[in-house]
């Protein structure tokens, strides 16, 4: 049932796009109650997700940079 | 000062999505947005001769853009500005007939604030990103803001999934240092 720091903080990233297990997330849970340094990493973690969901961030398609990068060339 | 140097061919891979996320903010719609970024490569390529090496070429490239934006704006203002004047209380007849007190501003809504809190946040997050190593910053991207599977990325790039976790370890790590400075 005990994990690794280095397992919890590897369930604690996936969790951060659903893709832990809920047996994972239990486990994390479990670790987390013990372990103040990945309490910590996961609170940090965590926010930085909601940062990151608060922005709206954007990025161009590879496909609309290579065109982009195309273009560009052909003016060099 | 160091002077800096412009290095044309690298812009894309460097400043495209952090062109692209200041044009979406003032424009709100990414077709326009992303002729905007390509005109202000084209027009930055057409003036490196002008570049005198005194701002960082990211600067210089979003100094471009700005000026972009305001033209965007003259030119669309200019089509139907000059044909007419409209001065309307009430654009659809839906709500005709209400008066001009429903339409003032909420003072206790703070939608105004949190956007551009929002839109800051969303530029010093891509700067975080900007900063990180080529491979790291690529896949958070990936699979960040653009949420493809982990599978998906893996067979795109050639990595197995273990190997994606630690980049996304080191990215996550990294970006928290990086915003625990310039954003908290």
């Known amino acids: 049932m005990k994990i690794s720091c280095e397992q919890a903080s590897h369930i604690c990233n996936k969790s951060q796009y659903k893709e832990a297990g809920f ?3 239990f486990r994390l849970r479990l670790h987390i109650l013990t372990c103040k340094a990945c309490a910590s990493f996961t609170k940090k973690n965590t926010a930085l997700t909601s940062l990151c969901e608060r922005a709206g961030l954007n990025t161009l398609s590879e496909a609309d940079k290579e065109s982009m990068k195309k273009d560009l060339e052909q003016r060099f | 000062m160091a002077t800096h140097e412009l290095h044309p ?3 894309v891979d460097q400043y495209a999505d952090y062109l692209f996320n200041y044009a979406v903010a003032r424009v709100s719609d990414a077709e326009i947005a992303k002729d905007l970024v390509q005109e202000t490569f084209f027009a930055g390529l057409n003036s490196a001769k002008n ?3 005194d701002a960082a070429e990211r600067t210089w490239l979003i100094a471009i853009l700005k000026r972009k934006v305001i033209d965007h704006y003259r030119k669309i203002n200019s089509n139907k500005g000059k044909a007419e004047v409209r001065i309307n209380y009430n654009s659809d007849s839906e709500s005709e007939g209400d008066w ?3 339409q003032v501003a909420d003072p206790f809504s703070k939608d105004g604030d949190n956007t551009i809190e929002n839109e800051e946040l969303g530029m010093a997050i891509q700067e975080c ?3 990180l190593p080529q491979k790291q910053s690529v896949v ?3 699979k960040t803001i653009q949420g493809m599977s982990t599978e998906d990325i893996c067979n795109e790039l050639g990595i197995n999934p273990s190997n994606l976790w630690v980049i996304i370890h080191r990215a996550r790590t990294a970006l928290m240092g990086c915003l625990n400075q310039n954003w908290f």
């Open chain 2, 129 to 131: 990103i900007s900063k």
């Open chain 1, 23 to 25: 047996w994972e997330i």
């Open chain 2, 9 to 11: 061919e690298t812009w």
């Open chain 2, 100 to 102: 001009l007190e429903e």
């Open chain 2, 51 to 53: 570049y005198k090496g």
């Open chain 2, 140 to 142: 958070f991207k990936m």
